[in-house]
């Protein structure tokens, strides 16, 4: 079994920037993509960013616009989101995913492990 915790989620300007952290604990996930989803009020969850486990590769949604960037740190068991240029639209609760179960990086269902969520507010 996998516990994800998120952190970092505030109330942020737009045009701000946020760091959010995911640490995982109970078994390693190193050998694991992990990735980030968020969830709007109203709206379906949505891919944020994924990262593989061997070569580090990343993936983006498409209404990141080159603005976040993920990473991890596999000593440290740990998966961050650097969020630059933040916009309203980006207000959402932010979680993390580990446990990938298909090459679908890009799907919520892909994933056997979720954290519990951190809210991420942007104002104008």
């Known amino acids: 079994q996998v516990q994800l915790v998120e952190s970092g989620g505030r109330l942020v300007q737009a045009g701000g920037s946020l760091r959010l952290s995911c640490a995982a604990s109970?078994?390693?996930?190193?050998?694991?993509?992990m990735g980030w989803f968020r969830q709007s009020l109203g709206k379906e969850r949505e891919f944020v960013a994924a990262?593989?486990?061997?070569?580090?590769?990343?993936y983006y949604g498409d209404s990141i616009k080159g603005r976040f960037t993920i990473s991890r740190d596999n000593a440290k068991n740990t998966v961050y989101l650097q969020m630059n240029s933040l916009e309203p639209e980006d207000t959402a609760v932010y979680y993390c995913?580990?446990?990938?179960?298909?090459?679908?990086?890009?799907?919520?269902?892909?994933?056997?492990?979720w954290g519990q969520g951190t809210q991420v507010t942007v104002s104008s």
């Open positions: 109970g078994r390693t996930v190193s050998s694991s993509a």
């Open positions: 995913v580990a446990g990938i179960t298909n090459n679908h990086l890009n799907r919520p269902g892909s994933y056997a492990y």
């Open positions: 990262i593989t486990s061997n070569t580090d590769t990343t």
